[in-house]
Nanobody, 121 residues
Framework: QVQLVESGGGLVQPGGSLRLSCSAS????????VGWYRQAPGKQRELVAR???????IYVDSVKGRFTISRDNAKNSMYLQMNMLKPEDTAVYYC???????????????WGQGTQVTVSS
């Protein structure tokens, strides 16, 4: 059974940093379309950062220059380094990936369980 497991959220003061991690477990043949999303209370889930098909990192304007997405294909993992955090970054953060469990399997989208990030003094 394929799962995405997140870690790294928490409470941080404005201007601080956090690093989120997300790892896929189970039978993994391919690990593509990785990205991070967030959902603040009363708001819709929004894309924060992802890799394009060509491998270029894409960011929502509000996090450009502060957040960095990365991945480790050998570990089927992705990361989100968040610097200069602001109160408006407070949200539940979710990782997302398109995973194929075997050569013959179809590709399915998976979500992590979500991790709370709170930026407050």
């Amino acid at each position: 059974q394929v799962q995405l497991v997140e870690s790294g959220g928490g409470l941080v003061q404005p201007g601080g940093s956090l690093r989120l991690s997300c790892s896929a477990s189970g039978s993994i043949f391919s690990f593509n379309g990785v990205g991070w999303y967030r959902q603040a209370p009363g708001k819709q889930r929004e894309l924060v950062a992802r890799f394009s098909i060509g491998g270029v990192a894409i960011y929502v304007d509000s996090v450009k220059g502060r957040f960095t997405i990365s991945r480790d294909n050998a570990k089927n993992s992705m990361y989100l380094q968040m610097n200069m955090l602001k109160p408006e970054d407070t949200a539940v953060y979710y990782c997302n990936a398109n995973i194929r469990s075997s050569r013959m399997a179809i590709e399915n989208g998976y979500w992590g369980q979500g991790t709370q990030v709170t930026v407050s003094s």
